[in-house]
């Protein structure tokens, strides 16, 4: 099993960025596929998470409006579109698939059940005011 993000970068703030994770060797049916975030010095946080075989969908309070998720089962693949960004966005940003089926988003992302599961390396996103 293998995910790989990419598409983070240095942005100003009000600027956008889209994030893409490509997951490979793991059955995603049933699961919930995640965008977390660690910002320097501060705990991991729940970004974004989706369920890969209903597609609903949660967000985090800060994001919520200015932030976008969706996944492509054709190609496997998790994206997150990010608009009107700011300078406390700044983070590395993780894509996750949760190793118990809970399908539950929700849950998932406010860390309020297992959080064991396969990560990928990390894209940093870095916005400047």
């Known amino acids: 099993e293998q995910l790989v993000e990419s598409g983070g970068g240095s942005v100003q703030e009000g600027g956008s960025l889209n994030l893409s994770c490509k997951i490979t060797?793991?059955?995603?049916?049933?699961?919930?596929v995640s965008w977390f975030r660690q910002p320097p010095g501060k705990e991991r946080e729940g970004v974004s998470c989706i369920s890969w075989s209903s597609k609903s969908t949660y967000y985090g309070v800060s994001v919520r409006g200015r932030f976008s998720v969706s996944r492509d089962t054709a190609k496997s693949t998790l994206d997150l579109q990010m608009t009107n960004l700011k300078a406390e966005d700044t983070a590395m940003y993780y894509c996750?698939?949760?190793?118990?089926?809970?399908?539950?988003?929700?849950?998932?992302?406010?860390?309020?059940?297992?959080?064991?599961?396969?990560w990928g390396q990390g894209t940093q996103v870095t916005v400047s005011s």
């Open positions: 060797g793991l059955n995603l049916d049933g699961h919930v």
């Open positions: 996750a698939v949760d190793r118990e089926i809970f399908d539950r988003p929700d849950l998932f992302c406010r860390q309020l059940v297992n959080q064991d599961a396969y």
